[in-house]
């Protein structure tokens, strides 16, 4: 196992996993127990595991790659785990992303710490053959994480077209990245988009898709107790024929369809 400092604050880990790398589909996620043991043999501190997409998997050689950022004292134990040493994960889990027709033309939008999970979508779609439009946003080009390795992936792999957007203007488009995702949209006609980020980004990127008539997915971001649908306390309201109900972001997601999302319920 890996543990590593990638960027401001932001670590990547690699696990020693074969049977979740070999099930691991985009969009899904791990639940991590970071507590460490206190005095009595069931004191356990912090209590919650926290969810972290899964960032990438290599089936060969048993490994699960987690990219998170250092913002709670749960994640910053995480950066203090040494390699050689376990973990207790559950996953994975949740509802990932659905692949499209052969041949699409995709665009993925990440904000933030967004990129973790889109960057596998990304591999799984170029995979697959199909040409991925990579919009990558933050407030400034120090927090545009996996900058190198999404223009290395370009290099590489001539159907990867990324771009990128910075609050400050730092990099890139001079703006937020759903406002390049409305320039991507006006000159190239994209068959589907995937969005993760913060939820008034990926608002802000559903309407963009609906003005375009591009159908969508997001993943989204909510606190979670259990990890498994059993606690409750990560429900969403999504609009169904009729009015509306409520499903769990950890089992009924992550993922959902960008127009069913009723981003209103806040």
Do not use: I
């Amino acid at each position: 196992m890996q543990n590593k400092k990638v960027g401001l604050d932001v670590y990547r880990m690699e696990l020693f996993a074969p049977d979740v790398a070999a099930q691991a589909r985009p969009g899904q996620f791990l639940h991590v127990s970071v507590h460490t043991k206190g005095r009595g043999s069931d004191c356990y501190d912090p209590l919650l595991r926290r969810p972290l997409s899964v960032h990438g998997v290599d089936v060969k050689r048993g490994a699960v790659a987690l990219l998170y950022r250092v913002v709670g004292r749960g994640t910053a134990l995480l950066a203090r785990v040494k390699e050689g040493e376990l973990l207790d994960v559950l996953g994975p889990l949740g509802r990932g992303f659905s692949l499209p027709p052969a041949g699409s033309r995709v665009v993925l939008v990440a904000g933030g710490m967004g990129v973790a999970p889109l960057y596998f979508l990304a591999e799984e779609l170029l995979r697959f053959g199909h040409e991925v439009h990579f919009l990558a946003g933050a407030r400034r080009l120090e927090e545009l994480y996996l900058l190198g390795d999404l223009l290395a992936l370009e290099e590489k792999r001539p159907s990867f077209k990324p771009s990128f957007a910075t609050d400050d203007g730092s990099y890139g488009f001079c703006g937020p990245v759903t406002g390049l995702l409305e320039v991507l949209l006006a000159a190239v006609k994209v068959d589907r988009a995937y969005a993760c980020g913060p939820r008034q980004m990926l608002r802000e990127a559903a309407g963009v898709l609906a003005r375009f008539g591009v159908p969508g997915e997001v993943s989204l971001e909510e606190r979670m107790g259990c990890g498994v649908g059993a606690c409750l306390s990560c429900a969403c309201r999504v609009r169904e024929a009729g009015g509306f109900s409520y499903r769990r972001v950890c089992a009924d997601g992550p993922v959902f369809a960008a127009e069913s999302v009723d981003w209103e319920d806040r």
